[in-house]
């Protein structure tokens, strides 16, 4: 199977190359026994996600022709595009209010805008929310960003829909992604900083936080992993020989938290240990693992 995007021989073959290297890196990293097999290449990938988008988008980009640039896609497999939707405000006072009302709509304090998220999933409710647009009042205008030209329509008529006469629709703007300048080593640092603070913004926290607890508590459990002879956590609970491996598992991944390279949320893996029957662990006994 070829990798996708890559078209000509050499790239192909550093491509595949890197692949292979980072598959194998991660396979002989402790993280990989949280995993089982068939996952590896893809948690790999997940792992080297930064890699590949300076690659692609900064590397790839100066040698190939416009043409031969990789399509992005959004989850829903839509063209990437950026994409403005401009309205003209006709009563600001009046369009804040409506907006408070509206419960499809989250509000951000902070940032004074808006954005519009997934409904929740029934089967999974803690599973995070893709983001399908923000919004934000600009002077007079009601400016919306989303990124695909079907998001950009949806988008038009839901808020004409929801605002009607509080709104007059101006024009919608698009950009393609490659289409930005090369950043200065101060603009990449300023933009390294602003991700940072992003990153350590109370609600991206908890986002991530929900989508971890969602992993270890609702997933893992169910799934089969080579630590443990390629049974379950739920399996291996029951068995005698496993349940030790089980509990030596659970305790390095808690451990793991503990890194000073990690900035992902901490989460409580007592809980995890509840879920299985296991005994839980004191806090002194956390601390002192």
Request: aromatic letters at 10%; one cysteine or more; a positive charge.
């Given at each position: ?71 992005i896609v959004t989850k829903d ?101 490659y289409d930005f300048p090369e ?9 390294e900083k602003e991700s940072k ?93």
């Open positions: 199977m070829n990798p996708p995007y890559i078209f000509e021989p050499y790239s192909r073959a550093q491509f595949k190359r890197a692949v292979k290297i980072q598959e194998k890196d991660f396979k002989s990293s402790p993280i990989a026994k949280n995993f089982p097999s068939h996952r590896h290449f893809a948690e790999s990938q997940k792992e080297k996600a930064h890699f590949w988008v300076w690659y692609i988008c900064r590397g790839e980009m100066n040698r190939l022709s416009q043409d031969d640039l990789p399509t497999g839509e063209k990437f595009v950026f994409a403005e939707i401009h309205f003209r405000i006709k009563d600001k006072a009046r369009l804040r209010k409506r907006l408070s009302q509206l419960k499809s709509f989250e509000y951000d304090k902070q940032d004074d805008s808006w954005t519009w998220l997934t409904a929740k999933s029934r089967k999974y409710p803690d599973t995070p929310r893709s983001i399908i647009g923000r919004f934000r009042i600009k002077g007079n205008r009601f400016v919306a960003e989303t990124n695909s030209k079907e998001r950009a329509i949806r988008i038009r008529s839901k808020l004409k829909g929801h605002l009607r006469d509080l709104i007059a629709y101006e024009k919608t703007l698009f950009r393609d992604p950043l200065s080593p101060e603009e990449a640092k300023a933009l603070e992003l990153h350590a913004r109370p609600e991206v926290q908890e986002a991530m936080k929900k989508h971890l607890e969602h992993h270890y508590f609702v997933e893992w459990p169910k799934t089969k992993l080579p630590a443990l002879g390629n049974i379950t956590p739920l399996q291996a609970a029951k068995r005698k020989k496993e349940r030790a491996q089980l509990i030596a598992l659970i305790d390095d991944i808690e451990q793991s938290q503990d890194s000073p390279y990690s900035e992902m949320p901490k989460i409580n893996f007592n809980k995890l240990r509840k879920i299985l029957g296991l005994p839980v662990k004191s806090l002194d006994e956390i601390k002192g693992s």
